[in-house]
């Protein structure tokens, strides 16, 4: 796994200095948040690494070419091509996709680790940290589109959490965003 995990770093980080998406910072911070919840969850801490950086590698490539939806896809046919180089065993390339296609949110999560890809990645917008990272790379964006586009994936990510411990870790950032965006929309 260890060198499997160099290569995913590999492309992820040579992915984000080329486009720019995510920032560094934040594909970063769904990483770490990521193992942090796989050690406390007992979950394969390098599945959820793996996960996590390769859930929005070409993301960046996506928006470039005005395909962001349909990001996981790409995401997921550049994590094949690594997998299929891979000498890892068929169960952990399959949790691996699974990591990748999951990380919006699904009724029923192949994996626990699947299921913490997808909480690691709704950190970006529901907590006080991410929301900021978030807040520094979106800053050239007109002002009001900016209120729109976190008002948006505040909810969206929301809603997508899953793990009870991490919506109960959340909840309170959560509320302060939400008041926080209320407050931004408001017209004086």
């Known amino acids: 796994m260890e060198n499997f995990l160099a290569e995913v770093k590999k492309l992820?980080?040579?992915?984000?200095?080329?486009?720019?998406i995510p920032a560094r910072m934040q594909a970063d911070f769904s990483m770490e948040?990521?193992?942090?919840?796989?050690k406390e969850l007992g979950a394969n801490v390098d599945i959820v690494e793996v996960g996590t950086?390769?859930?929005?590698?070409m993301l960046g490539q996506a928006v470039k070419e005005n395909r962001q939806s349909e990001h996981v896809k790409i995401s997921l046919e550049k994590t094949n091509e690594l997998l299929s180089q891979s000498s890892?065993?068929?169960?952990?390339?399959?949790?691996?996709?699974?990591?990748?296609?999951?990380?919006?949110?699904v009724s029923k999560f192949y994996s626990l680790e699947s299921e913490i890809c997808c909480n690691a990645d709704c950190y970006k917008f529901t907590s006080i940290k991410g929301f900021a990272i978030t807040l520094r790379y979106t800053r050239?964006?007109?002002?009001?589109?900016?209120?729109?586009?976190?008002?948006?994936?505040?909810?969206?990510?929301?809603?997508a959490l899953s793990l009870g411990v991490v919506k109960k870790e959340l909840t309170p950032e959560h509320q302060t965003l939400i008041n926080m965006l209320k407050g931004l929309s408001e017209e004086k």
Not at 53 to 57: A, I, R, W
């Open 12 to 20: 992820a980080y040579s992915e984000i200095e080329k486009t720019g």
């Open 33 to 38: 948040t990521g193992k942090r919840l796989a």
């Open 53 to 57: 950086l390769l859930m929005d590698c």
């Open 88 to 105: 890892l065993s068929e169960e952990e390339k399959e949790n691996i996709r699974h990591c990748i296609s999951e990380h919006h949110g």
């Open 140 to 159: 050239d964006m007109p002002f009001l589109n900016l209120i729109k586009l976190l008002n948006d994936k505040v909810e969206e990510k929301w809603n």
